[in-house]
Each structure stands twice: as structure tokens, then as C-alpha cells.
């Protein structure tokens, strides 16, 4: 058995699963690890400094597995922006086949990325921005539900509502995000109208993640409660792990204090530093409740096995057991 749904079919990966962008991981092993699991990867584009270096992790990871694997490009409003059209000229001159977009409206970004033959799957955080971008002419939906790591948006929406809310208006591909990390979670996300799952906080805990070891056993330590909600009085949520940074964060902001007072706690440098160098409390780092469901650090290809085959089972041997055929009725 194997299961195939449009999001398979459409990006042309064997399982229903994605790795999608996440700053200081979306990196080469891990990527390609994904890939040659049958899954679809993708590499963060603003993990690397320049568009030079993503031009060489791209090459890097063409290295690693001759499987489909995507680049993420998060468009996020900055004082200091990056060099995106620069960034999406390398991925088109890479010849990548599928670019994950996040952050802010893709609209810019289509004509480029599809008249290269890319596909664009579309991040987003709510039913109305779902619907807007498949009007735009985008090929998939990765909608996140408010258990996700990074920004789950403002209408704090769990996915158990928002996915099968946006399964009614959705008729292109689409991955449910937020919250899964196991055969079970993909099973539910099929059942609620999803074509696949997305995993971010799951394949950070993996061999090939890049993280560093105790930033991995945390996560495995960890369990659901172990998040903090930050810039919620700012209208610009990011779930982050709970940590001494976070709690102080949330304390400031809670007591009137405004993003200045808390700019150099949340600086990226730090949130880079716990994942090089293993200090769990040297800034904020991303991870989602999800974490309440991480007991292990399989390699990518083990755990990708495990929830495609668990899923399997689920589908053909528990569910499909509830099922009875009525008795007939008397004189039928």
C-alpha cells in the first residue's frame, strides 16, 4: 500500500510529506536526507548569507541525492531587506523545479518562478490568505495551524478547525502544517481534507539536522507546554521554545515594553548561537508543541519509514476495522 494524493502527484515525491524552510536548518544533509527518504526537503534561501553561498548548498546538496528537493524564500518586510530578486535568480539559474513561499504576498514572485517552469507551494496561516494566493495562481497550500513553530499568524486557529476549513475551499494541493510529528498526524491531516503534512520541529530532531546535539535532546526532554508565544501585544506572534530569553521577552512586552525593549534578546546572532553551539538559553530558537510528541533522534530515513509504514497500518488495519457493514434489516 502507498499513499499517493495530489500533493505526491503534483510535486512529484513518494510520500506525503515535507521538510519545509527553516532558518539556520533547511541546510544540505538534512535536505538531501529528506529527498532520498521520498519526501520533499527544502533549503532555507536566507540561512545563507548571499546568494552566492545558496548557489553553492544548492550545488552541495545536488552532491548528496539526485532526488527532487525545493528552496524556501520567506519574503518578510525589514528595514534592511535582502537581495531577494538576486536570491530568486539563483534559484531559477539552479534550475530548482519547486520553491516554497512564505511571509508575505507571492504574487511578485510567480511570474519569474512559473515562467521557469517552477512550481510554488504558498505558506500560509489562514483560510482567506489560502484562498487568496490559489487565486494567484500558485500550484500548492501549506497551511499552518496555530500549534506551529515560527509565526501561526493572528486568528490563533488550530488545525483541527483550519484544515478541513480550508479543505472546503482549497482545490489545488494542499499540506497541513503545525502540530504533526507522527504516523497518527499524518493519518488525521488525510482525514481532515489534507493531501500530505508538513514536519519542521520533527526533522530538526534527526540525525542529519544540523543543530546542535543538545538542542536535540532538549527537544526530545521537552513536551507540548514547552513553548512561549512572543510579540503577541505587537499583533506579530512567533512561537518560540521556552527558555529564560523567551520568558523575560514575554514578561517585557506584557509589562507595556515595545520591540526596542526587547530587540537585542530576540537578535537572530543568538538564536543562531543555540543551535551552533548548544546553549539552550543563549537566545530564542524556533520549535512548535509538536515537541510533546519528539521522544527519539532517528535518522531521516528511519523516521520517515516509521510514520509511512505506522500510517499504512493505521488506515488498512485499525480504521478499516471500525468499519461494519450494517446487518440487513428483516425483510430486505
Same mark, same amino acid.
Given at each position: ?31 538531501? *536526507? ?10 532555507? *534561501? ?6 552566492a553561498d545558496l548557489a553553492n548548498e544548492i ?18 518586510? !525589514? ?14 539559474? !539552479? ?6 513561499t512564505a511571509g508575505s504576498n507571492p504574487a ?26 490559489? @487565486? ?14 515560527g509565526h501561526p499568524g493572528e486568528d490563533d ?9 480550508? *479543505?472546503?475551499? /482549497? ?5 497541513? @502544517? ?8 499524518? =493519518? ?36 507540548? #507546554? ?35 525593549? =526587547? ?8 538564536? #543562531? #548561537? ?7 538559553? *543563549?537566545? /530564542?530558537?524556533?520549535?512548535?508543541? !509538536? ?5 527519539? /533522534? ?17 488506515? @488498512? ?12 434489516? /428483516?425483510? =430486505?
Amino acid at each position: 500500500m502507498s499513499l499517493k494524493t495530489k500533493f505526491t502527484e503534483t510535486f512529484g515525491v513518494e510520500h506525503p510529506i515535507a521538510q519545509g524552510g527553516m532558518q539556520w536548518v533547511g541546510r544540505a544533509e538534512l535536505v538531501a *536526507a529528506v529527498a532520498d527518504s521520498g519526501c520533499l526537503g527544502f533549503i532555507t *534561501a536566507l540561512t545563507q548569507p548571499t546568494p552566492a553561498d545558496l548557489a553553492n548548498e544548492i550545488a552541495k546538496t545536488r552532491d548528496l541525492t539526485d532526488k527532487p528537493f525545493g528552496v524556501n524564500l520567506t519574503i518578510l518586510p !525589514a528595514i534592511n531587506p535582502p537581495p531577494y530578486d538576486e536570491y530568486r535568480q539563483v534559484i531559477v539559474d !539552479a534550475g530548482i523545479k519547486i520553491v516554497e513561499t512564505a511571509g508575505s504576498n507571492p504574487a511578485p514572485h510567480l511570474p519569474m518562478f512559473h515562467d521557469n517552469g517552477i512550481k510554488v507551494l504558498h505558506k500560509c496561516t489562514s483560510v482567506r490568505h489560502a484562498v487568496k494566493a490559489q @487565486s494567484l495562481g500558485v500550484d500548492g497550500i501549506s497551511i499552518d495551524g496555530f500549534e506551529c513553530a515560527g509565526h501561526p499568524g493572528e486568528d490563533d486557529v488550530p488545525g483541527l478547525v483550519l484544515i478541513p476549513a480550508a *479543505a472546503d475551499q /482549497i482545490e489545488i494541493p494542499m499540506i497541513a @502544517s503545525g502540530g504533526f510529528a507522527d504516523a497518527r498526524g499524518l =493519518v488525521a491531516a488525510l482525514a481532515l481534507g489534507a493531501d500530505g503534512i508538513n514536519m519542521g520541529s520533527r526533522f530538526m530532531c534527526t540525525v542529519e539536522s544540523c543543530i546542535h546535539q543538545n538542542v536535540k535532546e532538549a527537544i526530545v526532554a521537552g513536551d507540548e #507546554r514547552g513553548t512561549e508565544l512572543i510579540f503577541r501585544t505587537l499583533h506579530n506572534t512567533a512561537r518560540v521554545a521556552s527558555n529564560e530569553v523567551s520568558r523575560e521577552v514575554v514578561q517585557i512586552l506584557k509589562d507595556g515594553g515595545q520591540f526596542e525593549d =526587547v530587540k537585542d534578546l530576540v537578535a537572530g546572532v543568538r538564536g #543562531r #548561537r543555540v543551535f551552533d553551539e548548544g546553549d539552550v538559553d *543563549a537566545g /530564542i530558537w524556533t520549535v512548535g508543541t !509538536a515537541m510533546g510528541l519528539i521522544n527519539d /533522534i532517528p535518522t531521516v530515513g528511519d523516521l520517515v519509514a516509521r510514520i509511512v509504514g505506522e500510517a499504512e497500518s493505521l488506515i @488498512s488495519d485499525r480504521l478499516a476495522g471500525m468499519v461494519t457493514k450494517s446487518a440487513a434489516r /428483516i425483510g =430486505v
